[in-house]
């Protein structure tokens, strides 16, 4: 009966991936659509999702530090991107959904480069999962 410890040993190590992975509408908003324009700082390529960080200017002048959440990384290489595509200092224009806790996050549905590249993180029609 050595199968049955397997199956546990296997649930306990696979459930700590399924509560790192969260609904989209358990922490973005729909209802808030943003556009943001900055410059990357940094991409973090990662499961179960990837993230962007850039530096947006505000009226005031002071700059805020956004995290943008993408699909997974192996998701995002089948839309057509790569690593070296979104280097550090490119600048981009994002259009994704707010973080409902009001921190600088959003959620990303894509990003257009200067010369007008456009990369998809959803569909336009979808809500991320």
């Known amino acids: 009966m050595r199968i049955v410890p397997i199956i546990v040993i296997s649930a306990l190590l696979s459930s700590g991936h ?3 992975h969260h609904s989209f509408s358990a922490e973005f908003d729909s209802e808030k659509p943003i556009t943001l324009s900055g ?4 991409m973090q390529w990662s499961n179960p999702h990837g993230w962007i960080y850039i530096d947006v200017a505000n009226e005031d002048g002071t700059v805020t530090n956004w995290a943008l959440e993408t699909r997974a990384a192996n998701s995002l290489i089948r839309r057509g991107w790569r690593r070296d595509d979104l280097p550090a200092g490119t600048p981009i224009v994002v259009n994704g959904f707010e973080a409902r806790n009001g921190t600088p996050t959003a959620n990303i549905q894509s990003i257009t480069l ?5 990369f998809m993180s959803g569909n336009a029609d979808e809500v991320p999962d």
């Open 39 to 42: 410059k990357i700082t940094r």
């Open 114 to 118: 200067e010369d007008g590249r456009n």
């Open 18 to 20: 399924a509560l790192a």
